[in-house]
C-alpha cells in the first residue's frame, strides 16, 4: 500500500468529529477546516467531508489530487429532511455536478448506491467494548442530541417509570446502561434520515454488546444490530418486556464480542486506506 499525503476538509460537530478529526488521526491524514495553499499542493488525495464537497469543490479541482466526497451527512438539517426519495435523489444528484468527485463515499449501501459510490461505515465510539449483561435492567439510554427525539421522549420515560427504570440522555458510558433507543421524530424524520443516516448508533450498540430499540432504516438493516424495529409509541411496552431476560442480553454481549472488531476507527481507517490506494492503482491501469 502506498504512502499517501491525505488531506480532509470539513467542519462541524458530531459525523465530522468522527469522520473527519477521529478518522483522519487513525488515517495519519492532515485535517483542517481552512485549508491553505500548501495544504493543497502537499496532498495526494483530498477528501472533502459532508457539505464541504460543495463549498471546496472548485479549489479542489483547481490542484492536481483526486477528489474524494465523503458524503456523510451531506443535506441541510432539518429542512431538507421531509424531502421525498425523488427529491432527495436530485439533490444528491445536484451536489455530484457540482463537486465532480473522483469518488463519492456513502455512509450506507443506500447512499453509496444512489450516488454511485461506495460504502464504508462509520466507526464507533473509540475505546467502546462489549461489557457483560446486567441481571436486571435498571437503565435505559439514548446517545444523542434530545432534540431529536420529539414525542418518544415522554413516552419512553413513561415506560421505564412504570417498571422502575430511569431513562438517561447521553450517559457517560454506554456500559452503564441495559437498552439501547434511537428514534427521530417530526422534522428530524423523513425519507434521507432513514435511508442515508450513517447509523453510528446501532455501530456503538454493536461495540457495548447492548440491544437497541429503533425504527426501520438502512443503517439498522445493515448494520444489522441486535435490536427490534418500534415505529408506533404503543409498541414500547412490548418490546422492553422482549429484552428484559438477562439470557437474551447476554447473548448479544457474546454476538458482539465476534463483531466488533470489524467497527472499530482502526478498521475503518484501514478500509478507507485501501480505497484511496486503490484510485492510484486504477490511474496506473
Known amino acids: ?41 502537499w ?28 458524503a456523510v451527512d451531506c443535506w441541510r438539517q432539518p429542512m431538507e429532511n421531509r424531502l421525498t426519495e425523488t427529491d432527495a435523489i436530485l439533490r444528491l444528484q445536484h451536489m455530484l455536478k457540482v463537486i465532480r468527485p473522483d469518488m463519492t463515499i456513502g455512509a450506507t449501501q443506500v447512499m453509496a448506491a444512489d450516488a454511485g459510490g461506495v460504502y464504508l461505515p462509520h466507526h464507533g465510539r473509540i475505546g467502546l467494548v462489549p461489557t457483560p449483561a446486567r441481571e436486571q435492567v435498571r437503565v435505559v439510554g439514548y446517545d444523542g442530541n434530545a432534540i431529536y427525539l420529539g414525542r418518544w421522549e415522554p413516552a419512553l420515560r413513561t415506560a421505564c ?12 458510558h454506554l456500559y452503564d446502561v441495559d437498552i439501547l433507543v434511537a ?72 454476538q458482539s464480542i465476534a463483531r466488533c472488531h470489524t467497527f472499530t476507527v482502526d478498521a475503518i481507517a484501514a478500509r478507507y486506506l485501501r480505497l484511496l490506494d486503490a484510485m492510484s492503482l486504477e490511474a496506473a491501469c
Open 1 to 41: 500500500m502506498a504512502i499517501l499525503n491525505i488531506l480532509i476538509i470539513g467542519s462541524g460537530k458530531g459525523s465530522w468529529e468522527m469522520r473527519g478529526l477521529q478518522l483522519g488521526a487513525a488515517m495519519g491524514a492532515r485535517v483542517t477546516s481552512t485549508p491553505t495553499d500548501a495544504d493543497w499542493s
Open 43 to 70: 496532498a495526494d488525495r483530498v477528501v472533502l467531508v459532508k457539505r464541504a464537497g460543495e463549498t471546496f469543490a472548485a479549489r479542489a479541482h483547481a490542484g492536481h489530487a483526486p477528489i474524494i466526497w465523503d
Open 161 to 172: 417509570a412504570a417498571r422502575g427504570w430511569s431513562f438517561v440522555v447521553n450517559p457517560p
Open 183 to 254: 428514534f427521530r421524530d417530526g422534522q428530524w424524520d423523513g425519507w434521507m434520515p432513514r435511508q442515508w443516516k450513517s447509523g453510528v448508533k446501532y455501530v456503538n450498540a454493536v461495540l457495548a454488546g447492548r440491544t437497541i430499540l429503533t425504527q426501520d432504516s438502512a443503517g439498522f438493516r445493515e448494520i444489522q444490530p441486535a435490536g427490534t424495529v418500534v415505529e408506533r409509541l404503543d409498541q414500547i411496552a412490548d418490546a422492553f418486556d422482549a429484552w428484559t431476560p438477562v439470557s437474551r442480553r447476554q447473548a448479544v454481549v457474546e
